[in-house]
């Protein structure tokens, strides 16, 4: 009955404000809601904290966020000293209930414990957080986001020195720190004037903001075809009532596509994200108002962002001229062989060229690298890790060894980075990015799909799909270990009919890569499963890949695994 100690605590202590005292006695009648807001901490993963807004424990709000944030301190503390404190945190903040005030309470806290904490002076990008990290040289990064989660959640993402989400080692010496925190009363925090008037709290100009445009369109391969093309591009934007309005239309509008029409009705910050069900540029939906403006004006290209823009989606015209929305694992091929095929014909291809995705990423991308020479090199799911292999790129070549050179990194799930200015999936280069590619194939009298359908020709057909299931609470944590481990024991030998070549079990530890609650099967005709829970969100999911060189072979495959590990799943 520890969580009946921790609500009457926080109901009795003076410590609590009187809205959150408020908030827990309208539950006080109901035992399963207290249960489930208080029979746990909310958890500091290796991601930092993701949760529903409200008060409790296992909820995110003003004393979770101290609670990580003296975590944060007490490591920058422990492990850099005062150069750390002075070096400071930057943080940066999107447009979801809670997220101004979550920043500006992590920023009391890190004063209060004498650490400089660098403030924006309203929403901006996740990625010009992770570029601003190393720009301003600061200890650590905070973003307040939960990405593309539902309206009800809220987060917050810890960033190491090198502007990338902090590795397993680094996190988890951040969750021992922060598991350290028992008594809430003993989180101190300071006033935010007084923090700002002891330049402990410094509010940044538009400074870094330039600079990180700047650094964005450095990216651009060919400009002559923007000139050309560019001008006369239709491209719908929408950023989803998130945090990538201005620096993509900046970025875009300094490249030189002049047409750029943003949905006005999802153009402003809105925490109710009241034109979507839920933010998530993986959804046709959230494109339907930006596709009926399309079909208006015979836009050549939608493009749009998740709350804290370092996700994008794609929508073009198929064949039959219905808009349709191309996926990541499309998208991230696409750039992969317009990025390689635009270095190779400018003669720019570095020494040991690769790219980096992730294992549950479609193989079509290392395919297309493999062909011009480039190596692809795989890393776990979350895009941490590709910042990671960044990073040991930049360090081996700075003790003048052969390094491997950094192309593009990309994951199935929307998220793109080219160049080394941010360390994260940069929402605002990959949209640069796109619009140059889409006005590279217009200038061949092409479109993304139709280029998509010519790389599908040329390299085979890979095609993917994710079965993501939902289960919340106690017994929904509990289902999900029940899954995996059913998976994990179970001796399957075919799937759809298909034999089993190889079950990898991360868990265990797979070709180096760090240690993961992940299981991927190897099927004998090239097909893959992968079974993973979501790391930031209540889910299971499923990733399913195939390939042939026959699309219509390889729908039936695709089809068929998809039933079959619905069946699998349904029995268990």
């Known amino acids: 009955m520890y969580y009946k100690k921790a609500y009457e605590e926080w109901l009795n202590s003076p410590y609590f404000d009187r809205n959150t005292k408020e908030e827990l006695l309208n539950i006080k009648e109901d035992e399963k809601e207290i249960q489930e807001r208080f029979y746990k901490n909310l958890e500091f993963g290796t991601g930092g904290l993701r949760g529903i807004i409200g008060a409790g424990t296992n909820r995110i709000n003003l004393y979770t966020i101290r609670r990580a944030t003296l975590g944060v301190a007490n490591y920058i503390v422990k492990t850099m000293g005062q150069e750390g404190k002075d070096k400071g945190v930057a943080i940066a903040y999107d447009s979801r209930f809670m ?180 933010p998530n540029p993986e959804e046709k939906s959230v494109f339907n108002i930006a596709i009926e403006m399309a079909k208006e004006n015979g836009a050549d290209l939608i493009i749009g962002t998740d709350p804290d823009c370092d996700r994008v989606g794609v929508v073009v015209k198929d064949s039959k001229g219905e808009y349709v929305v191309l996926n990541g ?35 079509l991308g290392a395919k297309i690298a493999a062909h011009y020479g480039v190596k692809s090199i795989d890393t776990l799911t979350g895009f941490k890790f590709i910042g990671e292999k960044i990073n040991e790129f930049e360090i081996v070549a700075s003790n003048n060894e052969e390094s491997n050179s950094f192309i593009m990194g990309y994951e199935e799930s929307y998220g793109y980075l080219v160049g080394t ?69 179970t001796n399957i030998e075919n799937i759809a009919n298909i ?33 993973r829970p979501s790391g930031t969100e209540p889910k299971i999911k499923f990733y399913i890949g195939t390939n042939s060189d026959n699309e219509q072979d390889v729908d039936s495959k695709l089809s068929k695994l998809i039933s079959s590990m619905t069946e699998i799943v349904d029995a268990i």
Not at 334 to 358: F, G, M
Not at 426 to 432: K, N, R, Y
Request: with cysteine.
């Open 329 to 363: 694992n499309q998208v991230g091929s696409l750039l992969v062989r317009y990025i390689i095929e635009s270095i190779v014909a400018k003669n720019k291809l570095p020494k040991n060229p690769t790219i980096i995705k992730t294992i549950v990423t479609s193989e």
């Open 421 to 489: 200015h941010a360390r994260d999936k940069d929402g605002v280069v990959a949209a640069l990015l796109i619009c140059e590619m889409a006005a590279y194939y217009a200038s061949k009298n092409m479109n993304l799909y139709e280029a998509m359908m010519d790389t599908y020709e040329k390299f085979g057909y890979y095609k993917e799909n994710l079965i993501s299931i939902t289960l919340k609470g106690i017994e929904g944590i509990e289902k999900i270990k029940e899954i995996m481990n059913y998976f994990r024991t």
């Open 99 to 278: 997220s101004r005030e979550f920043c500006i309470e992590a920023a009391k806290t890190l004063a209060a414990y004498g650490i400089k904490a660098y403030i924006f002076d309203d929403l901006r990008p996740t990625p010009e957080l992770s570029f601003a990290v190393r720009y301003l040289n600061c200890a650590m990064g905070i973003v307040i986001t939960a990405s593309h989660n539902p309206k009800e959640y809220n987060g917050y993402k810890v960033y190491g020195p090198d502007g990338g989400q902090v590795c397993i080692e680094m996190a988890n010496e951040i969750i021992s720190e922060v598991n350290k925190i028992e008594d809430y009363n003993t989180i101190k925090t300071i006033d935010f004037e007084t923090a700002k008037n002891s330049n402990l709290i410094v509010e940044l100009d538009d400074s870094v903001d330039k600079e990180f445009i700047k650094a964005v369109n450095s990216q651009i391969i060919r400009q002559d075809i923007i000139d050309a093309y560019g001008k006369d591009l239709k491209v719908i934007f929408t950023p989803i009532h998130g945090t990538g309005n201005k620096s993509i239309r900046t970025s875009l509008k300094q490249a030189g596509f002049e047409n750029v029409i943003v949905v006005k009705e999802q153009e402003n910050p809105d925490p109710n994200f009241s034109t979507v069900e839920y």
């Open 499 to 531: 034999k089993v070549d190889k079950v990898l079990d991360y868990k265990e530890g797979v070709e180096n890569l760090p240690k993961s609650d992940v299981l991927k099967f190897l099927l004998q005709d090239g097909s893959w499963i992968a079974v």
